[in-house]
């Protein structure tokens, strides 16, 4: 006994996942922007050489 065989081609929302991505990236330059801020305040030089 044979049966049919159906094949659907799934659809991928393209568009949101576009946004989603711009979204991800945006959150993630944020969050780098402010770290470097504050990497910026708290770091000397002079903390960084050897004595």
């Known amino acids: 006994m044979q049966t ?3 094949e659907r081609a799934l659809e991928v929302p ?6 989603l991505g711009a ?3 945006a959150a993630v330059l944020v ?3 402010v770290g470097l801020l504050f990497l910026q305040v ?7 050489r050897p004595a």
Request: cysteine-free; aromatic content about 4%.
């Open 4 to 6: 049919p065989s159906v």
């Open 23 to 25: 979204g991800a990236l």
């Open 42 to 48: 708290s770091t000397a030089v002079e903390e960084l």
């Open 14 to 19: 393209l568009e949101q996942l576009a946004w």
């Open 31 to 33: 969050t780098v922007g």
